[in-house]
């Protein structure tokens, strides 16, 4: 599975921004690209500060603020928006609709297979051009944002509903154990 990622950032083109991006491999073949313009990764595992590398002012932290990405990104933004779903879990809800409203071109999220749950189901509700790349350990979910729009109430409807969902789940869990 991972060369098919190395195989999607060979063919990126234009910006890109990368969540929780910390293999060594990866990070080498998004320098070496020259299609890539600008390159924007928020992980821990930034050790490299090339020219083509801008780091955020908290660039090491996990931390990630949805908030603060929809005010330092515009309006369909940035091309490419590549992530690790165990990163992003935790801001799932929050990230979906922050995702739709930067990107205008392809969201590429990878993960475990057990993680997946219920994300393809949730994207679909922004565009139908929704692909799912699974293999026996890990999946590849990609999103093509070229033709979605967001609205802030629908992106609040849809954060209610997740979170109504979320915790009746949660509940569900409580109960049975």
Do not use: H
């Not at 992980?43 to 908290?58: A, E, R, T, V």
Request: charged share 35%; hydrophobic share 35%; proline share 0%.
């Amino acid at each position: 599975m991972k060369d098919k990622i190395l195989n999607i950032i060979d063919n990126m083109a234009g910006s890109l921004l990368g969540i929780g991006i910390d293999d060594d491999s990866m990070l080498e073949k998004i320098e070496n690209n020259k299609k890539i313009d600008l390159c924007y990764i928020l992980s821990n595992g930034g050790s490299k500060n090339n020219k083509k590398f801008k780091l955020f002012k908290k660039g090491r932290d996990k931390k990630i603020n949805i908030k603060k990405l929809k005010k330092f990104f515009k309006k369909k933004s940035i091309d490419n928006v590549l992530c690790d779903y165990n990163v992003i879990k935790k801001f799932s809800r929050n990230f979906m609709g922050g995702s739709v409203y930067i990107n205008k071109g392809k969201l590429y999220i990878y993960g475990n297979i057990q993680d997946l749950k219920n994300l393809k189901e949730r994207y679909e509700r922004y565009t139908k051009d929704v692909e799912l790349i699974k293999n026996s350990k890990s999946f590849i979910l990609i999103v093509n944002n070229q033709k979605t729009r967001s609205t802030a109430f629908r992106d609040s409807i849809y954060k209610m509903t997740d979170f109504f969902n979320d915790s009746l789940d949660y509940l569900t869990e409580i109960l049975t154990n």
